[in-house]
């Protein structure tokens, strides 16, 4: 079984209100999956219906080859967007009461925490209240308390808020991490950088459907738009943008540059870059030329505003 989740055709209404029109997700195993989409998407209503928070409508999850069961919330972490911490528990007792809710004995517990403590630096922390912490200081309990039971399946809803960029790097580091240890990581969030740098595979919901879904690299594949920004030292950019507008489609860009270039962006078409690339050596001095591949936030603003 390559998958760690199947979502089967999953519709949940409340009221007259459709939350999920008949979802299909596929999540790879040992993937990061970033679940993308805006305010009132649906994401949150999937999330709860993995979570078995509460349940479809209609339509299926299948967990790991199996129909989706009450016993395996043992294998799935969750770290809400809401954070769901007792305020006015010490920090040790309050972990050790939820490692114990998610199957594991007190001594094994006990030895994943102090791991734990260790490894993020809290150590003086066993015995303060979760009201005594600032919020990103509670964020990292709450981090902890989500993957110390070594859950297949961890579900991060906006991982990093409340998270200097010291933190935030810390814990994206940390994900990282437990992708390499095996786990599969279902990855919440409007950070379009965060994107960017953990996912590899990427869904996005918009008005409770799926409009896109698959690896990253195939989704931006499908966004390019064989358009390159070009920079280059000329003497005569009369007689290159003449060369340039009979082959090609020609605008402006900005980039930061050293130098002070012309700054192109330039459509190929069907042309293959290295016909560009030949023309602009003919008539200059090429100091940049990049291809703009489309960004996780283009896509998004792009597919989502349509």
Known sequence: MNNILEVQNVVKQYGDYVALNKISLTVPKGSIYGLLGPNGAGKTSLIRIINQITMPDSGEVIFDGEKLQPHHVQYIGYLPEERGLYKSMKVGEQCLYLAQ?????????TKQLHYWFDRLEIQGWWNKKIQELSKG???KIQFVVCVLHKPKLLIFDEPFSGFDPVNANII???ILELQ???STIIFSTHRMESVEELCDHIALIHESNKLIEGKLTD???EYRTNSFEVGILTDNVEGLMYDITQKFTVGQTNFKSLNDELKLEI???TAAPNELLHLLTQRGQ???FLEKIPSVNDIFIK????
């Open 219 to 221: 989704v931006k594949k």
């Open 101 to 109: 809710m998610k199957g594991l004995s007190k001594a094994e517990a």
């Open 286 to 288: 090429v100091t940049h």
């Open 180 to 182: 390499k240890q095996g």
């Open 303 to 306: 597919t989502v505003s349509q």
């Open 137 to 139: 200081m509670a964020q």
């Open 267 to 269: 459509q190929l078409g």
């Open 172 to 174: 994206k580091d940390e």
